[in-house]
C-alpha cells in the first residue's frame, strides 16, 4: 500500500512556474514507476510524466521542455516543476504509482494508477 498526497498547486500567471510535490507513506518509491497525470473539466485524464525505478522519464508532448519530473527515493518524495505554464495547463494534478514494468511504454501507463492522491488544482490564468 501507498498512500501519496500532493502539494504546491496554486493560480499563476502564463508563463509562470510552479513546482508540485508529492509525499508518500507506506512502501518505498523505489518498488513503483511514479508520476502525475492530470485532469480538466470535461476531459481525459491525461498521462503528463513518468519516473521509472531506474530514474528514466518519460513526458507527453505538450509538455515536454517545459516540465521536470524529478524522485527522491531516500525521502520517499516526488516533485514536478513546471515552468512555462499556459493556459491550457490548467487542471487538477494527481500523484500516481504504478508497478515498476508498467512504465515500459512510457508516461500513458500513469493514466491508469494503482495508488493516487487526492489532487492539487492548478490554474494558469493568461
Known amino acids: 500500500q501507498v498512500q501519496l498526497v500532493e502539494s504546491g498547486g496554486g493560480s499563476v500567471q502564463a508563463g509562470g512556474s510552479l513546482r508540485l510535490s508529492c509525499t508518500a507513506s507506506g512502501n518505498r518509491l523505489s518498488s513503483y514507476c511514479m508520476g502525475w497525470f492530470r485532469q480538466a473539466p470535461g476531459k481525459e485524464r491525461e498521462g503528463v510524466a513518468v519516473v521509472d525505478s531506474h530514474g528514466s522519464t518519460s513526458y507527453a508532448d505538450s509538455v515536454k521542455g517545459r516540465f521536470t519530473i524529478s524522485k527522491d527515493n531516500a525521502k520517499n518524495t516526488l516533485a514536478l516543476q513546471m515552468n512555462s505554464l499556459k493556459p491550457e495547463d490548467t487542471a487538477m494534478y494527481y500523484c500516481?504509482?504504478?508497478?515498476?514494468?508498467?512504465?515500459?511504454?512510457?508516461?500513458?501507463?500513469?493514466?491508469?494508477?494503482?495508488?493516487r492522491g487526492q489532487g492539487t488544482q492548478v490554474t494558469v490564468t493568461s
Open positions: 500516481a504509482a504504478v508497478l515498476f514494468w508498467a512504465c515500459s511504454g512510457g508516461y500513458s501507463a500513469i493514466r491508469s494508477p494503482l495508488y
